[in-house]
């Protein structure tokens, strides 16, 4: 058998998600009013980065063998206290809590207050995940049972924070990370219009696109490249052998959920910042959390872990999306997404399962 042959093997689950997305994105292209739009694609990309940014947050930890069902709450926690932080003005920042007024201080205004805020949201997010895997690791308490309650926390805390959905996010921050990147440029003022014709070409790409990128190539493929991050994978195929081995299990595990927190720490922060507010919508964050979990499989990451990638859940996220696309432009009852949804959520399950149905015995898998 050819190594690309016995690649596509390995891969089906994947491949099945890729061809299944690029049918039904061509289908609601072909569909849509405006078809092969710039507008089109920023709107959809909009729409799509929260809930790839949190199926990333949950694959991380079942690579490891876990579930966590905080995704959802983290993420919305992470938006509330953007809402406070990414205002971009001097304004005082303070809490009304059981009638107290507590004060936090201020942030710098302008640009500055924006990076401090945005830093500061992210390593809420990432402190997140990191008492979710100490939790997990030092209390020994099963993931699932886990970050069902630190999940309660959060969204606890968000609602402390936002018990009305409230707050402001800087105008230009908003429209610059939610067009193309020819407004972000313009935004920011990176160079005048006109003045980079090579420009050309890439302005219409969504910014929420080039940021997925960007996280996925500076972020998950250096963790994934190190010690730590093939660990993660070996605690999920075997975590007797990767212990036996001599590998940090316990290391290995807090740090994939402190990366998952980060992840959904990101997706909270640009949720903030594409509503332009903060909201403790407690379904909302349980439907985040869910999807998360729909996303992964749909990808074709394994739930018992060591099997599957970031790349895959992103990839199921957007599946998911562009169902919901679709059945705007079709006019379909929305009642009915949920039964398309499962459809192709047991579909990609069967797929990943051929390969251990087709067996005669278990030691073929490890061939």
Same mark, same amino acid.
């Given at each position: 058998?050819?190594?690309?042959? %016995? ?29 092969? *739009?710039? $507008? ?37 926690? !992470? ?48 402190? #997140? ?16 049972? @886990? ?13 402390? &924070? ?14 610059? =990370? ?16 006109? @003045?980079?014709?090579?420009? $050309? ?16 190539? %500076?972020?998950? /493929? ?22 036996? *081995? ?5 290391? $290995? ?15 909270? &922060? ?23 979990? #729909?996303?992964? !499989?749909?990808?074709?990451? *394994?739930? /018992? ?29 929305? =009642? %009915? ?5 499962? %459809?192709?959520?047991?579909? @990609? ?19």
């Amino acid at each position: 058998m050819s190594d690309l042959a %016995l690649r596509a093997r390995q891969n089906v689950a994947f491949l099945t998600a890729l061809a299944l997305f690029v049918v039904i994105y061509m289908l609601y292209h072909l569909a849509h009013p405006k078809g092969f *739009s710039s $507008a089109v694609f920023v709107q959809n990309s909009d729409e799509a980065f929260g809930l790839a940014l949190v199926a990333m947050a949950q694959t991380v930890p079942v690579l490891a063998g876990g579930l966590d069902l905080s995704v959802g709450a983290s993420m919305t926690m !992470v938006g509330c206290f953007a809402s406070y932080l990414l205002t971009g003005t001097a304004a005082p920042l303070a809490l009304d809590l059981f009638g107290a007024h507590i004060s936090l201080g201020a942030l710098p205004a302008g640009n500055a207050g924006l990076a401090i805020g945005a830093v500061l949201c992210l390593s809420i997010g990432l402190i #997140a995940g990191w008492i979710n895997g100490l939790v997990v690791v030092y209390g020994r308490i099963q993931p699932i049972i @886990a970050t069902l309650a630190t999940g309660a926390i959060y969204i606890g805390i968000a609602l402390f &924070l936002r018990p009305q959905p409230g707050g402001k996010i800087d105008e230009d921050l908003n429209w610059a =990370l939610t067009n193309s990147l020819g407004d972000f440029a313009s935004t920011v003022h990176i160079f005048d219009d006109g @003045a980079a014709p090579w420009f $050309a070409p890439f302005a219409v790409i969504p910014t929420p696109f080039v940021l997925l990128a960007l996280i996925i190539v %500076l972020v998950w /493929l250096p963790f994934r490249s190190t010690v730590t991050g093939r660990t993660v994978y070996a605690i999920g195929s075997a975590e007797g052998a990767a212990y036996m *081995s001599g590998l940090n299990v316990n290391r $290995a595990r807090i740090a994939a959920f402190t990366l998952g927190g980060f992840f959904a720490g990101c997706g909270g &922060l640009f949720l903030a910042i594409q509503t332009s507010s903060g909201n403790a919508d407690i379904p909302q964050a349980s439907a985040y959390t869910l999807n998360s979990i #729909a996303s992964v !499989v749909i990808g074709g990451t *394994s739930l /018992l872990g060591g099997a599957g990638g970031i790349v895959g859940s992103v990839l199921g996220a957007m599946i998911l999306r562009i169902i919901s696309f679709t059945f705007r432009i079709f006019d379909i009852a929305p =009642l %009915l997404q949920p039964l398309f949804e499962g %459809l192709i959520l047991l579909v @990609a399950v069967s797929v990943g399962s051929l390969r251990v149905l087709r067996v005669k015995n278990t030691l073929e898998l490890f061939r």
